[in-house]
C-alpha cells in the first residue's frame, strides 16, 4: 500500500486548508486512517483518526473543534479540513494506514497501531 498526502502549503493564521490522503494498492476498505503531525524538533503528534467502515471519528485535543476528519468512499481518499489555523499547527502532516483494522477509540492515537505511512505533507502557519 501506497499513501499520498497533499495539500499543503503556506497560509496565514486564521485561515484553512484542506489535506488529502488516498492510497494506492488496496482500498481503505476495513481500515482505520489517521493524520499525525511532527514539527522540527517535536515528537510525532496524533491529529485526527476515521475508521472506514463506520465512519467513526477521533481528533487530538490541540485540534478539536478546529480539524475535521471525513472520506470519500467512491475516492478512496480521506480529508483533514483545517480551519482556524495558527502558528503553532505548522508541522509536516503525515496520514496512515492501520490496513484491515477498525480501530477503537483509544488504539486511534497510538501511531504504532498504524501500518503503513505517507511521505508527508508541509503546513506552514504564518503569524
Known amino acids: 500500500v501506497q499513501l499520498q498526502a497533499s495539500g499543503g502549503g503556506l497560509v496565514e493564521a486564521g485561515g484553512s486548508l484542506r489535506l488529502s490522503c488516498s492510497a494506492s494498492?488496496?482500498?481503505?476498505?476495513?481500515?482505520?486512517v489517521g493524520w499525525f503531525r511532527q514539527a522540527p524538533g517535536k515528537e510525532r503528534e496524533f491529529v485526527a483518526a476515521?475508521?472506514?467502515?463506520?465512519?467513526?471519528?477521533s481528533r487530538g485535543d490541540s485540534v478539536k473543534g478546529r480539524f475535521t476528519i471525513s472520506r470519500d468512499k467512491a475516492k478512496n481518499t480521506v480529508y483533514l479540513e483545517m480551519n482556524s489555523l495558527k502558528p503553532e499547527d505548522t508541522a509536516v502532516y503525515y496520514c496512515?494506514?492501520?490496513?484491515?483494522?477498525?480501530?477503537?477509540?483509544?488504539?486511534?492515537?497510538?501511531?504504532?497501531?498504524?501500518?503503513?505511512w505517507g511521505q508527508g505533507t508541509q503546513v506552514t502557519v504564518s503569524s
Open positions: 496512515a494506514c492501520a490496513s484491515g483494522r477498525g480501530l477503537i477509540v483509544s488504539a486511534r492515537g497510538d501511531l504504532r497501531q498504524y501500518d503503513y
Open positions: 476515521i475508521r472506514w467502515g463506520d465512519g467513526g471519528t
Open positions: 494498492g488496496r482500498t481503505f476498505s476495513g481500515s482505520t
